[in-house]
Every structure is written in structure tokens, then in C-alpha cells.
């Protein structure tokens, strides 16, 4: 009898070992909070690039109305209120503005993939150590063929470019129509 309970006694200990190997609570519980952080850290990132978009929409614009002024003011020299700045060195300043911000951008564009794999190695840390599928973070696949060859080429060719600049460019090269199919309606 007290070699059957000792048996079992040890029985129960190895299950109870077996355990933490298929839900480690304590890994788990860490791994979430590396998640929430990895989480936090791609929300602040997403927000300094919307940001950035913003800024270079309107720094393109603030050019386009320099322009806009220096060519009234060549027109009518006499009439047109031209800012002495502006007619100093023309809309350099403007230009200036929108290259760096440019940069900031493309920067900061290029740091978001870090800052998401790390997000998705923080997911995958919690399916291993919560035994739980966490399948969301997983990439959809754009549907094959669903795009134009120009759409293609026109996407191709500007990789990490924020979706905004890619609307502004867009026209350049395409129908509205076929800007819209490619690279879908603009959010409001």
C-alpha cells in the first residue's frame, strides 16, 4: 500500500510539472506586458507618421501657395503683396520645409518596421507562453491579380511610401478613377 501511494504521490508531482510547460502563467503574464508595451510603442509610432503625413500635405500646400504668389507678383509687380521673405529667395523655404519633413517621414516610416516585427514577436511569445492562438497579427494576403499592371508598377516603384503622398502622386500617372481602384477611397 505504501509503495501504491508513493506511486502515485509521484505520478501526480510529474502531471503537476507538466503543466506550467503547456500554460506558463508567470512567462505568459510578462509576455502580455511586453505585448502591451510592443503595442503602445507601434501606436505612438503610427501616430508620429500620421502626423508627419499631415505635415508634409500642408507643407506641399504652403509651397503651392508660395508659387501661386511669386507667379501673381511676376504678373503684377505693382499690385500684388508679395511677403519680402518670399521675394528674397523665392519659395526655397518652403522647399526646404517639405524635404526635411520628407526625411523625417521616411525615417520614421523605416523605424515602423522594426517596431511592428517586434510587435509581432511579442504576439508570438504570448501564443507560446499563454498556449493561445493569437492568429490576428498574421498578414492578409491582397487578393492575387486584384490590381491593375499600372497599379502594380505605380506601387512598385514607391515602396514605405505613406498612402496620403501616394494619393498626391498618383494623379500624376493615372485616371482618378484608376488612382481609386488602386489604392481605394480616402478616409474622411
Known amino acids: ?8 504521490s509521484v505520478a501526480a508531482g510529474l502531471s503537476l510539472l507538466a ?12 509576455g502580455l506586458e511586453a505585448l502591451r508595451a510592443a503595442a503602445a510603442e507601434a501606436n ?8 508627419l503625413e ?4 500642408e507643407n506641399r500646400d504652403d ?4 508659387m501661386q504668389d511669386l507667379e501673381v507678383f511676376r504678373i503684377d509687380r505693382e499690385t500684388s503683396p508679395i511677403r519680402e521673405a518670399v521675394l528674397r529667395d523665392g519659395c526655397n523655404q518652403q522647399v526646404q520645409t517639405y524635404r526635411t519633413t ?11 518596421g522594426s517596431v511592428f516585427r517586434a510587435l509581432a ?3 508570438q511569445a504570448v501564443e507560446l507562453s499563454c498556449q493561445y492562438p493569437l492568429a490576428a497579427y498574421a498578414p492578409a494576403e491582397p487578393p492575387v491579380g486584384s490590381a491593375s499592371p499600372a497599379c502594380e508598377r505605380f506601387l512598385g516603384s514607391r515602396p514605405g511610401v505613406p498612402i496620403e503622398s501616394l494619393r498626391v ?14 489604392l481605394g477611397e480616402p478616409r474622411n
Open 19 to 30: 503543466v506550467p510547460a503547456q500554460a506558463q502563467w508567470r512567462q505568459c503574464a510578462d
Open 44 to 51: 505612438g509610432t503610427s501616430g508620429a507618421i500620421a502626423s
Open 169 to 182: 502622386l498618383c494623379t500624376a500617372e493615372m485616371s482618378a478613377e484608376e488612382c481609386a481602384a488602386c
Open 102 to 112: 520628407e526625411r523625417r517621414l521616411t525615417s520614421e516610416v523605416e523605424r515602423a
Open 54 to 57: 499631415a505635415a508634409l500635405v
Open 63 to 66: 509651397h503651392t501657395r508660395c
Open 121 to 123: 514577436a511579442a504576439v
Open 1 to 8: 500500500m505504501t509503495l501504491h501511494c508513493r506511486i502515485v
